[in-house]
T-cell receptor, first 107, second 113 residues
Framework: GESVGLHLPTLSVQEGDNSIINCAYSNSASDYFIWYKQESGKGPQFIIDIRSNMDKRQGQRVTVLLNKTVKHLSLQIAATQPGDSAVYFCAGNMLTFGGGTRLMVKP | SQTIHQWPATLVQPVGSPLSLECTVEGTSNPNLYWYRQAAGRGLQLLFYSVGIGQISSEVPQNLSASRPQDRQFILSSKKLLLSDSGFYLC????????????FGSGTRLTVV
């Protein structure tokens, strides 16, 4: 948990726009990185993961980019929808979770 | 398929009262189990994890404790709750020797009054 416990930053986007959520990590030993989505009052749900030997991975409407040089991970959501409103967490191996970003989608 | 159950969903307890939250996993064996806490508007904080029956590792010193009496059962307890124990508690599991892919329970909202 490089930044577990910090107050969550908020990203506000217009419906239909693309969203980019960023995460910095410090544990270089992670073999995988994962993005989770957490809706209000619910547990986190897996969105997409990426191996540490990859730079990019695409899913449905989501793309994860990994820059190991600067220890940075990003989640791109295309054509953001109101249902995408949630808190998004990145996680490395084992037990580390980033602080999360709250995504708010304006209709 | 594997499922994880966590209960209760919500709990309001007075200061000084005991706590017991239970988490069970179905459809798998020898899972790694985790308890996280999430304060309002904040990220996930790992409290305890377990790699086997009776094996508990604590990440954060506090008045909470955890136990794993059975392979797929993980319990979070406290003898005397504090106001600061309020939060959203999440149980999670993942396959042993798999370094990713946590599956979370639905969480317990604990309010200590």
């Amino acid at each position: 948990g490089e930044s577990v416990g910090l107050h969550l930053p908020t990203l506000s986007v217009q419906e239909g726009d693309n969203s980019i959520i960023n995460c910095a990590y410090s544990n270089s030993a992670s073999d995988y990185f994962i993005w989770y989505k957490q809706e209000s009052g619910k547990g986190p749900q897996f969105i997409i993961d990426i191996r540490s030997n990859m730079d990019k991975r695409q899913g449905q409407r989501v793309t994860v980019l990994l820059n190991k040089t600067v220890k940075h991970l990003s989640l791109q959501i295309a054509a953001t929808q109101p249902g995408d409103s949630a808190v998004y967490f990145c996680a490395g191996n084992m037990l580390t979770f980033g602080g999360g970003t709250r995504l708010m989608v304006k209709p | 398929s594997q499922t994880i159950h966590q209960w209760p969903a919500t709990l309001v307890q007075p200061v000084g009262s005991p706590l017991s939250l239970e988490c069970t996993v179905e459809g798998t064996s020898n899972p790694n189990l985790y308890w996280y806490r999430q304060a309002a508007g904040r990220g996930l904080q790992l409290l305890f994890y377990s790699v086997g029956i009776g094996q508990i590792s604590s990440e954060v010193p506090q008045n909470l404790s955890a136990s794993r009496p059975q392979d797929r059962q993980f319990i979070l307890s406290s003898k005397k709750l504090l106001l600061s124990d309020s939060g959203f508690y999440l149980c999670a599991w993942r396959k042993r020797r798999q370094n990713y892919g946590y599956t979370f329970g639905s969480g317990t909202r604990l309010t200590v009054v």
